[in-house]
């Protein structure tokens, strides 16, 4: 019967990397998409929706058996509820970056971004895929130490966000309202990836140390 247990606490512990990856994958596809006004890649992406929902729902799905069923204590308890807020963020990390991609479909054939902010994309989609990819293994590995750098790395994605309010608000900005309002909200999509990553991040830390400080950037 523990053995069982302990397997059931090992599959919840996949499921979660395996959610992790597939959101890394999404906005990886998602940017290379928007770069390239890539139609194709833009649908793939799109579609990647239903295995990142499907896997969250199984996960909750289990979780609460497993709370019903073996009434976990100590670390056993706080992963399992922590695991429940990171489904929701590793959730919301896929629909972010289908989101980045379903612009890229709506503008299509037209490229979304101007010249002047390509490259500022670029490095965002970079900057969100590492984060993701060191997710990961935060959620792999349970390293508190991984977890708290994780939580300082957003700082370069917000680095780059302010870059792009700076280039959209200056006087001479050439492409219009419309093209500043999609760089705005495409900007903001990186961003809350980002620090979706950063509260999966707490979360460990809670999962491996038992205390979690919400005010902590």
Known sequence: MRESYTVQLDDLASD????????EVAMASAT????TADLALAEETISSREPIDVLAV??????FAL??????VAMDLRS??????IVADLQRMG??????????RRRHPAHVLPPEVEGVFAEMGRVAVDQAHATRAVLLGRDADLAAELQTKDEAMDELHRSLFTLTS?????????AAVDITLLGRFYERFSDHTV???????????????PEES
């Open 95 to 104: 629909g972010l970056a289908i989101h980045i991609a379903e612009l890229a």
């Open 199 to 213: 509260e999966v991040a707490k979360r460990v830390i809670f999962l491996v140390t038992g205390e979690f400080r």
């Open 32 to 35: 290379r998409a928007l770069l």
């Open 67 to 72: 709370l019903a069923l073996q009434a976990p």
């Open 80 to 85: 399992t509820v922590s695991g429940i807020h």
């Open 170 to 178: 200056a006087p001479d900005w050439p492409h219009g309202v419309a």
């Open 16 to 23: 979660l990397a395996q959610m992790c990856h597939l959101a």
């Open 58 to 63: 199984e996960w909750e799905q289990k979780a």
